[in-house]
């Protein structure tokens, strides 16, 4: 993982670069703030990697003299099925709705938003799926 990190944090220091050259060539506030978001969440996404990278153990990829067939075998465990996604679509769909039409169809996607989100960590630690 020290390997993604550095990438994304790379990647955030190029982003910042690029916004702050294009803020100050264009004056285009909206492109603007879309890079400076960009930056921001690279340098979140490089930042959780290498936080979490120093806590778990080294992969093949952090290696120099390692081979490709290091890196192999089971990697995690990856749900095979889950309607869970689904829901959390629908109710994320009647929020949009929500908003272009009346706050009041949010009375019925919270509901929805919260059983999905419930249901999706929860879904392995109940019923013949239980892992946990």
């Known amino acids: 993982m020290k390997v993604q990190g550095k990438m994304f944090l790379w990647l955030a220091v190029f982003i910042l670069a690029s916004a702050i050259v294009y803020c100050l060539w264009s004056g285009e506030p909206a492109g603007s703030v879309a890079l400076f978001m960009a930056f921001a969440l690279s340098l979140m996404i490089g930042f959780y990697l290498s936080f979490t990278a120093r806590r778990a153990d080294n992969g ?10 290091d890196d192999a075998g089971e990697i995690g465990f990856f749900s095979p099925h889950s309607w869970q996604p689904l829901m959390l679509a629908t109710g994320g769909a009647l929020a949009f709705l929500g908003i272009i039409f009346g706050w009041w169809i949010m009375y019925f996607a919270a509901p929805v938003i919260m059983v999905a989100i419930f249901g999706w960590v929860f879904e392995y630690y109940r019923g013949s799926d239980q892992r946990y």
């Not at 093949?60 to 067939?69: H, I, L, S, Y």
């Open 60 to 69: 093949a990829q952090d290696r120099a003299d390692a081979d490709v067939a």
